[in-house]
Nanobody, 126 residues
């Protein structure tokens, strides 16, 4: 399984970005796909996830209402639309795939994911 994340960049406060994660070698139905982020000096934290079996979505409290995770099965890609960006959203964003359909308490945990992309930098300037 290979994951290719893209779409990061520099944006002003209040702006928007859409991150993409192209996935090869795995289909959605039996997996959970997640987005995590890591700021300098901080641990990797959960952002959002989608369970492939029923398309249930989970969000971190800090991004709920601003970020939306979605997928395009035909392209085998997962996206996160990020609106109303804040300086605290600045981080390297990673997409990840877990081999199972995860429940929420597991989907928020990096250790539950088996495959990771290389990360894409998002910088929000004030």
């Amino acid at each position: 399984v290979q994951l290719q994340a893209s779409g990061g960049g520099l944006v002003q406060v209040g702006g928007s970005l859409r991150l993409s994660c192209e996935i090869s070698g795995r289909t959605f139905s039996s997996t959970t796909t997640g987005w995590f982020r890591q700021a300098p000096g901080k641990e990797r934290e959960f952002v959002a996830a989608m369970r492939g079996s029923d398309r249930s979505t989970f969000y971190a409290r800090s991004v709920k209402g601003r970020f939306t995770i979605s997928r395009d099965a035909a392209k085998n890609a997962v996206y996160v639309q990020m609106n109303s960006l804040k300086p605290e959203d600045t981080a390297v964003y990673y997409c990840a795939v877990g081999s199972r359909a995860l429940i929420q308490s597991s989907a928020i945990t990096p250790a539950a994911y088996d495959f990771w992309g290389q990360g894409t930098q998002v910088t929000v300037s004030s």
